[in-house]
């Protein structure tokens, strides 16, 4: 596992230690895991200061008492959004409290501005979505897994973690009234199987 020190991530970026083990050892006394900009928390097992890790999977925290104390976790950027505009005359469906044009990572959107004590996000649902089946609000996307598995999740993650491992499709269901099947190819055929009562139909 590669290690990297907080001093890529500091003013003296440019220093190298002569010592490989010395640049891997971190003190928790170091004035640069003090300081504002580098302190990562405490390590909630030992009590030792907490340091970014570059690692296969991405940056972690981990203890800069390795290796006696094995504790890491992953980093996770908070994602800054900005109110741009109040909408008035609406109200959020969920709390009543208006809506908002928002600004964030991926561009701009629209929610309630009772955020975080309501996490209410309109999407304009196109005809030919499939809508979520268990929270009814976000619609069935294709994903891949990190081994590159594909499914089908809900938009609304990590609201919602409704999956799906094969293909749905959006067909209403005459006994339950579902508008969510999933494409099964069985011993008799290929069948549109219901996702809630499991009524099977031609395809």
């Known amino acids: 596992m590669a290690i990297t020190d907080n001093s890529l ?13 010395q640049h891997d050892a971190v003190d928790p006394t170091d004035s ?17 200061a907490l340091k970014l890790i570059a690692t296969r999977r991405g940056l972690m925290l981990g203890c800069s008492g390795y290796p006696k104390c094995r504790y890491m976790t992953p980093f996770v950027i908070k994602q800054v959004v900005t109110i741009e505009r109040m909408l008035e005359g609406t109200k959020c469906p969920e709390c009543g409290y208006p809506m908002a044009v928002k600004s964030g990572r991926y561009g701009q959107f629209i929610s309630c501005s009772n955020y975080p004590e309501c996490h209410y996000v309109f999407k304009d649902r196109q005809s030919d ?72 139909i031609n395809a």
């Open 9 to 21: 991530f500091s003013a003296d970026c440019n220093q190298k230690s002569d010592d490989k083990s």
């Open 32 to 48: 640069k895991l003090n300081d504002d900009s580098d302190n990562y928390g405490i390590c909630p097992e030992c009590g030792g």
């Open 129 to 200: 979505d499939i809508p979520c089946p268990e929270c009814g609000r976000g619609v069935l996307q294709v994903r891949k897994t990190r081994f590159n598995k594909v499914f089908w999740g809900c938009s609304n993650y990590p609201d919602c973690k409704y999956n799906l491992a094969h293909q749905p499709v959006r067909r209403k269901c005459e006994k339950c009234g579902c508008e969510v099947h999933i494409v099964r190819k069985l011993k008799n055929g290929k069948k549109l199987v219901c996702v809630l009562c499991g009524n099977r």
